[in-house]
């Protein structure tokens, strides 16, 4: 697994407080869960254990009725592909109707057969079992060597990508990005393992391997996106094998579709991050903009230059990049505590909570430390502002987060309306758990953000298990909340002001292990329907099967509570133009571009190509397009390296994209 994370109990006696180090009550209990070093090597072969899962508890009303549907999906020979924390695994595609839900392998008679990745493919929204074909080989592991095959692929990420306006899934791949070991020399992780999967002809598959390098030093990657203008983003932690240490960057993995070969070629470079000491970073993420031109990358860090109340915290750090991930902005570090922390998260705590966790005398609540949890998810709205879901909650120094008692972790959505100038947060529910262990794996609550495709709503799910007397998350259900940017309101549950328990009462209940949310949902008109897997086993040393549940959803009288905080720009929206979107792709682009237009109406329709200077290069009369989709090419073999303007007029209404020619 990629972390190791060690477990300690203690009872905290304070009496009294101190600086920026807030004391807890005598007697009581809180669990202090440390982040230490990352395992590399391949664990040992499965052997026998005795249970160490505790009975599912029956329900008190005696209802068995099932709530959502639960279908079986693939299977993998041990759990390590949902393991270690939120990754990109499940990708829906609105235009498509299609998800896909992407896992390590088997079980099987090859001895390889673990590191296979393969996916699952539903259409029709995946409603039924009917709708899906299950473990589809996508990558084999071929080279035999000690202790394992070397090109094996561990804890996967993968994304749809599917070009704007394309409706043929003949069209689309799956891409994925893998880590793989280092080379055949060195032991331990440290290799790339990554290509696409035509959704429909799955034999057409490309492999590509990235052996370990000290320029850059590769690792294990955390964050993978795709847009649908061609571009996939990767973020890797920033470790290297043979040091031993983080290297205060992370590696970042540029890719860009290629139409011949109908892959993405990929560049790599280091991105600063540095920690404030010889911890590494925790988590990171990267997210794009609906149109693609917008992408942020967030990674949980303790900032050299930043001022949390204590220093050995986690917080949010993130870049920008308005150019598709050409070039990245300086750090921007969101303040989770102190005078110019978040108020979300700094009034979460009632007085009566602050009276009977701490110690005399009480902290002000601009003197309580928080830090986040050790893994979080990464969303972009429409208008190019991060999301950012993450479990926040006390901490007590040591990179630890204190756990054990109810609502003092609590999931929170840390976002900005106005590009990343200023941070705010919404409060989504509260954790009773922190962390299932299971034999020799563990899990923590798993906090994902899902969106609409147009990234006008935002949904959130995560792990929790809320049974009275029970401390560790071994028996978790699916917590989720929708957040509608526009009206600025969150999801009630039946008109109280909740999270929604997603598997209440169904197939999984109190078994919900591992889920995983995909990135974009499906929209029906006013209905949001989010793709939802789990991953469940009997033994966590055995086989695990995924199951997916297609049929959560919300509409949009569910989104009733005011958030209470600034709204979204949402007097830019173009409702009522005639132009409702342009994307141009691949961007940067080397020789033929597709301009790709949706038209609310029947328009008459221009395009002009102009320089930095202004000067026209090219123009186009498209004559009356119908309402819809369109797409026509711009031949840019001609053109000078350089940045041009692509303006698109509809009923002399104007519209402009930049556009890189390399």
């Known amino acids: 697994m990629k972390k190791l994370l060690l477990i300690s109990l203690a009872f905290m006696i304070g009496l009294a407080a101190v600086a920026h180090k807030p004391q807890v009550k005598n007697g009581v209990f809180v669990r202090n869960v440390k982040m230490v070093q990352k395992i590399t090597n391949e664990p040992p072969a499965p052997t026998s254990i005795s249970p160490f899962k505790p009975s599912p508890l029956s329900l008190k009303n005696g209802d068995n009725t099932n709530i959502v549907t639960v279908l079986d999906l693939g299977t993998s020979s041990n759990v390590l592909g949902y393991s270690s924390g939120t990754r990109t695994m499940v990708w829906a595609d609105d235009d498509l109707n299609v998800v896909a839900n992407f896992h390590r392998m088997g079980p099987g008679t090859l001895p390889s057969y673990s590191g296979y990745l393969g996916m699952d493919l539903g259409t029709n929204l995946g409603a039924t079992g009917e709708d899906w074909i299950s473990n589809i080989q996508v990558m084999a592991a071929t080279l035999s ?188 570090v969101v303040q989770l505590d102190g005078p110019n922390g978040i108020a979300a998260v700094k009034n979460q705590y009632s007085d009566y909570f602050i009276e009977n966790f701490f110690a005399a005398p009480l902290p002000t609540r601009d003197e309580i430390p928080y830090t986040t949890a050790f893994d979080h998810s990464l969303s972009v709205d429409k208008w190019g502002n991060p999301h950012i879901g993450v479990a926040i909650g006390y901490s007590n120094g040591g990179y630890s987060i204190s756990t054990g008692i109810d609502s003092l972790i609590n999931i929170y959505d840390i976002y900005s309306v106005d590009g990343g100038a200023h941070f705010v947060g919404v409060y989504l529910g509260p954790i009773k758990t922190f962390r299932g262990t299971w034999a020799t794996y563990t899990s923590d609550n798993r906090t994902y953000i899902s969106s609409t495709q147009t990234g006008d709503k935002m949904f959130f799910t995560w792990n929790d298990t809320r049974i009275d007397g029970v401390t560790d998350n071994q028996n ?187």
Request: hydrophobic share 35%; with cysteine; glycine share 6%.
């Open 145 to 332: 060597a000690t202790p394992y095959y070397y090109d094996a692929g561990r804890y996967p990420s993968a994304a749809i990508y599917n070009p704007a306006g394309n409706t043929d899934i003949n069209n689309a791949y799956l891409a994925y990005f893998a880590p793989s070991f280092a080379n055949l020399v060195l032991s331990g992780f440290g290799g790339y393992a990554y290509g696409t999967a035509n959704l429909v002809n799955h034999a057409d598959t490309t492999k590509h391997m990235r052996w370990f390098d000290a320029h850059p030093p590769t690792y294990i990657p955390d964050g993978f996106t795709v847009s649908k203008t061609g571009i996939a983003h990767m973020v890797d932690g920033g470790y290297n094998i043979v040091a031993a240490a983080y290297i205060d960057s992370v590696v970042y993995g540029r890719g860009v579709w290629n139409n011949t070969t109908k892959d993405f070629d990929y560049t790599l470079k280091t991105i600063p991050f540095p920690c404030v000491d010889s911890y590494n970073a925790a988590d990171s993420k990267i997210a794009c903009s609906p149109d693609g031109n917008t992408v942020w990358m967030s990674v949980l860090t303790n900032l050299v230059g930043a001022h949390p109340l204590i220093d050995s915290t986690w917080f949010p750090v993130l870049r920008k990049s308005t150019d598709g991930g050409l070039t990245w902005s300086e750090p921007i």
């Open 476 to 662: 978790p259900d699916v917590y989720a909340r929708g957040f509608d940017l526009v009206k600025n309101k969150i999801t009630a549950d039946n008109g109280v002001n909740a999270c929604n328990n997603v598997t209440f009462l169904c197939d999984i209940t109190q078994e919900a292990y591992w889920q995983c949310t995909s990135h974009y949902i499906f929209t029906d008109d006013n209905k949001y329907t989010i793709p939802i897997c789990v991953q469940w086993f009997a033994d966590a040393s055995l086989d695990s099967r995924f199951k997916y549940i297609p049929d959560f959803s919300y509409v949009d009288g569910d989104f009733s509570v005011d958030v209470n905080n600034p709204g979204f720009p949402v007097g830019i929206e173009q409702k009522t133009n005639d132009l409702a979107s342009l994307n141009v792709y691949p961007n940067p682009v080397r020789d033929r571009a597709t301009v790709s237009i949706s038209l609310n109406k029947s328009a008459s329709v221009s395009i002009e190509l102009t320089n930095l200077l202004g000067q026209q290069v090219m123009s186009m009369n498209k004559g009356t397009m119908n309402a819809g989709p369109q797409q026509f090419n711009i031949d840019a073999s001609s053109l000078s390296s350089g940045v041009y303007f692509i303006t698109v007029r509809a009923n002399g209404q104007k519209y402009t994209q930049k556009m890189i020619v390399e």
